[in-house]
């Protein structure tokens, strides 16, 4: 699934599957409409679905069951392999598959043509799915690097560095880009101990290694790396590090 979020309050990111374009327009058309849809991504073919979900942080898919080569049932198969595999829900005509569907862990099945107010239901499912699993996991963080999910643990994360509406986590070893802006995660991870430096850091309390203050300028040292302390934000850092062993040098 999706890097995290506040439970209920992000926007979900799908996969539209199906062998007729007209069918794939017209439920990303549907699901565009729907404020709690966010990143919709389309494909023509199962092996296209499949390209999608392993390079994006997907939350869900939904698959037209009768595909060529691949059909919408082979494709939940290698989903289900995954460690944290997206939502399922098959889009199709064809009833009498519903059962296959849901021994394959369907969140939900769509009969064509889909009526918006069951889609809004499947969407809905989707939501709760993720909320839980945001809650349950808020000591991981799920990342696409090269079209591989990982998970990392958040007590790995040295610093995070805003990139627009993505932020970059740091840790010892590499590097990750999630698409969740740095106000949000300054929010979700204040108690676990991540303190905002600047307009573009925020970095974990138990990683930094000094603060200097020189010349009217401050920095921190988080690891190797060197990070600008921003006069508004000084006032706050002192604070928030005066009861711990940080070493701070005027």
Aim: aromatic share 4%; proline share 4%; net charge neutral.
């Amino acid at each position: 699934m999706s890097a995290l979020g506040k439970p209920g309050s992000r926007q979900i990111s799908v996969v539209v599957a199906d062998d007729e374009l007209p069918a794939v327009n017209e439920l990303a058309f549907l699901l565009g409409k729907d404020s709690r849809v966010g990143e919709i991504h389309r494909a023509s073919s199962g092996a296209q679905a499949l390209k999608l979900v392993e390079s994006h942080a997907v939350d869900a898919v939904f698959l037209d069951i009768h595909m060529p080569a691949l059909s919408g049932l082979d494709i939940a198969r290698v989903l289900g392999a995954m460690e944290r595999p997206p939502a399922l829900v098959f889009v199709t005509a064809d009833e009498e598959q519903a059962l296959a569907a849901f021994d394959l862990a369907a969140v939900d099945y769509l009969l064509k043509p889909v009526r918006p107010v069951r889609l809004a239901e499947s969407v809905r499912r989707i939501c709760d799915l993720v909320a839980e699993a945001a809650a349950g996991d808020s000591d991981v963080v799920t990342v696409v690097q090269g079209g591989t999910t990982r998970i990392i643990r958040r007590e790995d994360i040295l610093y995070v560095q805003a990139q627009g509406d993505y932020a970059r986590l740091h840790t010892d070893t590499a590097s990750y880009l999630i698409r969740v802006p740095l106000t949000e995660l300054e929010e979700q991870w204040a108690e676990a101990g991540f303190v905002r430096i600047h307009r573009s850091y925020l970095v974990s309390r138990a990683h930094i290694r000094q603060v200097r203050v020189a010349g009217g300028r401050a920095g921190i040292t988080v690891g190797s790396a060197e990070l600008p302390v921003s006069r508004r934000h000084l006032p706050g850092v002192r604070s928030t590090l005066s009861a711990s062993r940080v070493r701070a040098r005027s």
